[in-house]
């Protein structure tokens, strides 16, 4: 395995078979080699690390300010990332005189000619204090064989993520207000449906937008086999009458906050998840989020391009019952 310090990705570290290393050129010198020699030099650090030239930006920028003393620990991934979002190193964000002017980014996707689905207006509500969901929620991956009631699906999405007003904000007038925080108000996580038994609605993937409130068709047919493909050692997900898939939207939230974005989304995503959870308890539901899928295949089947829109979490959900 390949290891290199800062100066070894910066294209600085002397060779030390080198006899002269200690006296050769001075780093202001390397840097004023001709471009040849640092193309070459980039060229070689590339293969060296398993990457393309036009990636070692990417890497630089990940390892930069990762010296460590002599007796610390090894580096890991993690404390890379971690060092990187800081808010310290963080200097991509907008400038609070540009954000004065800024419109914000859609908060749903376009419905691309979609048919919609429209959700119940009357719905259930769930009959339980917040003491007692907290108290009483759990995770299942045991459902009943009947079908989940379109109106239980309804109240689920709009009480955990649908809008619950409007008003000022971002230089406009009617700014949607989600019922589940996220940072700035920006919503940057979708909500898809694989709906495999849920009473008047076909078999399916659907896309919840809550400016409708509706659900709009990606795709139609029997899902059943693709979501239990994406899991991971869950093969129970083949008999969940619902799977909600949570998707993360960074250009919603990147042109704000920049690279640290990227911690500010799964906050966001805990707290959804933590709605779905204690709302699913109070109608009643049976319910299970699910981290451990293959991220191609969950991407792929939602259509997205599992850079700048990923899935991060599968939340399975239907009455409660056994097998």
């Known amino acids: 395995m390949t290891t290199f310090t800062d100066a070894t990705v910066a294209g600085d570290a002397p060779d030390a ?13 390397r840097a004023a080699q001709a471009p040849d020699a640092r193309d070459a030099t980039d060229a070689q650090l590339a293969r060296a690390l398993g990457v393309r030239v036009c990636d070692l930006p990417a890497v630089r920028s990940l390892t930069a300010g990762a010296a460590t003393a002599p007796d610390a620990p090894p580096l890991r991934l993690r404390d890379l990332l971690h060092r990187r979002l800081r808010s310290s190193v963080c200097d991509d964000m907008i400038d609070p005189r ?5 419109r914000p980014r859609p908060a749903e996707r376009a419905a691309a000619g979609w048919p919609a689905v429209p959700l119940p207006v009357r719905r259930p ?30 109240a ?9 007003g409007h008003r000022p904000g971002y230089n406009v007038r009617d700014f949607p207000v989600r019922r589940a925080p996220s940072a700035g108000g920006l919503a940057p ?16 993937l659907y896309y919840y937008r809550p400016s409708g409130p509706e659900l709009t068709v990606v795709d139609s047919g029997n899902m059943r086999g693709k979501i239990a493909e994406a899991g991971i050692a869950a093969d129970w997900l083949f008999h969940a009458p619902a799977v909600l898939c949570l998707a993360v939207d960074m250009d919603r939230v990147e042109w704000k906050y920049g690279v640290r974005s990227y911690r500010y989304v799964h906050v966001d995503l805990g707290v959804l998840t933590q709605n779905l959870y204690l709302v699913a308890t109070g109608l009643g539901l049976a319910c299970c989020a699910v981290a451990a899928f293959d991220d191609d295949t969950a991407n792929d089947l939602l259509r997205l391009d599992g850079r700048n829109s ?12 056994g097998r």
């Open 310 to 321: 990923f899935v991060s979490l599968l939340f399975a959900c239907g009455l409660p019952g």
């Open 17 to 29: 078979s080198d006899p002269v290393a200690d006296d050769g050129p001075t780093a202001a010198a």
């Open 189 to 204: 996580v979708d909500v898809h449906v694989v709906a495999n038994d849920v009473s008047g609605l076909d078999q399916g």
């Open 98 to 102: 540009a954000l004065m002017a800024a």
């Open 125 to 154: 509500r769930a009959d339980m204090t917040l003491a007692d969901a907290i108290e009483q929620r759990c995770s299942s991956t045991t459902y009943a064989a009947r079908p989940l009631p379109l109106g239980d699906l309804a």
């Open 156 to 164: 689920l999405l709009e009480d955990a993520a649908g809008i619950r």
